[in-house]
């Protein structure tokens, strides 16, 4: 069965703390490809990265850094430094190959930076 | 700002109307999503057009149809509206239908049922 778990449902952090966002993914595909996008309070989701199952080379964007472990089916987002427009609420997709485009989203984790 | 355009932002209206939201792609994408987001189901998958014809359908009630036109816009029509249908409903585009695309969301159209 296809299933993304966000197990935190609320985060509070303080400014320039660090927080990870957890992800865990279900998937009998081989192919399959897992996204995290931003919903700010104005309501628009915001694309952050794309993975696929075949390359876990963590990555690395300014603050926001990903890892990707095929071995524990996790996905987990990081946040360094954080700030105050950084809150927002975070969701983490998947695709698979054999299903065609349809994202599966998680329930999401609403994250809030007080300064 | 994605490049999808979504109208209305806003709409409101009543058991048992009928009404109709409107997506433009980003330039160059031919294929469009529709998800539908709410407060006790979350962010669903409604269906998916690929250059005018449907690709997948996910949990998408008989009362609503989609369709994508040759010019790349896409309409959800919503029928026999119940106030459960009151939802954020957005449109997605990616730029082909290969697999794992990232998809470009719109700002959505906030559908209030009363």
């Known amino acids: 069965a296809q299933k993304v778990t966000q197990a935190q449902t609320e985060i509070s952090v303080v400014e320039k703390e660090d927080v990870t966002l957890d992800c865990v993914y279900e998937?009998?595909?081989?192919?399959?490809?897992l996204f995290w996008y931003k919903q700010p309070p104005s309501g628009e989701l915001v694309f952050l990265i794309r993975r696929n199952s075949f390359d876990e080379q963590n990555e690395i964007s300014g603050r926001y850094s990903w890892n990707f472990q095929k071995s524990t089916s996790s996905f987990n987002f990081t946040i360094t430094a954080s700030q105050v427009v950084d809150s927002a609420v975070y969701f983490c997709a998947l695709s698979e190959a054999r299903y065609g485009d349809k994202l599966i989203f998680g329930t999401g984790t609403r994250l809030q930076v007080f300064p | 700002d994605s490049g999808v355009t979504q109208t209305p932002k806003h709409l409101i209206t009543a058991t048992g109307q009928r009404v109709t939201l409107r997506c433009s792609p980003r330039s160059g994408d031919l294929s469009v999503y529709w998800y539908q987001q709410s407060l006790d189901q979350g962010l669903q998958f409604l269906i998916q057009?690929?250059?005018?014809?449907?690709?997948a359908k996910g949990n998408i009630l008989e009362r609503f149809s989609a369709q994508q036109f040759p010019d790349l816009h896409s309409e959800l029509n919503l029928s026999s509206l119940e106030l459960g249908d009151s939802a954020l409903y957005f449109c997605a585009s990616s730029v082909r239908g290969a697999r794992g695309n990232e998809q470009f969301f719109g700002p959505g159209t906030r559908l209030t049922v009363l």
């Open positions: 998937t009998r595909d081989t192919t399959y490809y």
């Open positions: 057009y690929y250059n005018g014809e449907e690709r």
